[in-house]
């Protein structure tokens, strides 16, 4: 039986280690297209400065759309991956449930969009719009979430990550258009949060918004959860 201190240092050497496994080589290529998506838009910005970016357009150009696309394309393998090395059938014959895990990954790709959407909001702050920073970050973080949710669970389904890629940027992109075609609904996943409809009061816009941004984080949570009952009743197939 592990006390508190052996199982904080060995759930933290499984996150390190699922880090490695998921992260080789991904963090330099997502810095390396961020880069040179933003180099693209402020030269865009520099050569059209008729049509700078306002808060709403610059968090959703610069913030939102980039995370749902890091979102993806940090998922579309996590389970693939593990089939293409033929080790998926092996992590559900260790001693650790597949729920802890992929928990642990999902957090170690979670993280990794946080920090990664904090820091775009900062560098959109200073060279594009003036935005509240740690609103505007939380805010292009729960689509992200989304997507991430989804993917996994669509990646659990699907045997190619290309597969679950395209169909995870299928549904985004039909968000998007719902969100762009319905702005005033309660119930659209990219909410413009710092564009309220003329004539509602704040308090109201205020609510709204709060259980708009809680049905996200609910249902990317779920999704989750989905896709490991799915993995778990393949673990039951590998096993049987």
Wanted: glycine fraction near 8%; include cysteine; charge should be positive.
């Amino acid at each position: 039986m592990l006390n508190w201190r052996e199982l904080l240092l060995t759930t933290w050497r499984l996150y390190r280690l699922s880090c490695r496994i998921i992260f080789h080589r991904k963090l330099m290529f997502m810095a390396i297209g961020i880069l040179v998506y933003y180099v693209a838009m402020y030269a865009f910005a520099v050569w059209r400065p008729d049509e700078g970016f306002g808060v709403s357009s610059a968090l959703n150009v610069l913030v939102e759309i980039p995370g749902v696309a890091l979102a993806i394309y940090l998922t579309m393998d996590l389970v693939a991956g593990e089939r293409d090395r033929n080790t998926l059938e092996t992590l559900f014959s260790t001693t650790s449930s597949h729920y802890k895990i992929w928990t642990i990954r999902m957090v170690g790709v979670y993280l990794v969009l946080a920090g990664t959407l904090m820091g775009m909001t900062v560098i959109s702050y200073f060279f594009f719009a003036e935005m509240p920073i740690f609103r505007g970050g939380l805010n292009a973080f729960l689509p992200a979430c989304f997507a991430a949710g989804l993917t996994f669970y669509v990646s659990v389904l699907c045997r190619s990550g290309n597969a679950a890629a395209m169909l995870a940027t299928g549904v985004m992109g039909l968000a998007l258009v719902a969100s762009r075609s319905m702005p005033d609904s309660p119930f659209v996943l990219f909410l413009d949060t710092f564009d309220p409809p003329v004539g509602m009061e704040d308090t109201l816009w205020g609510d709204r918004v709060l259980l708009n941004r809680l049905a996200v984080a609910l249902l990317s949570g779920l999704l989750l959860f989905v896709g490991l009952r799915k993995m778990e009743s393949r673990e039951r197939l590998v096993s049987s």
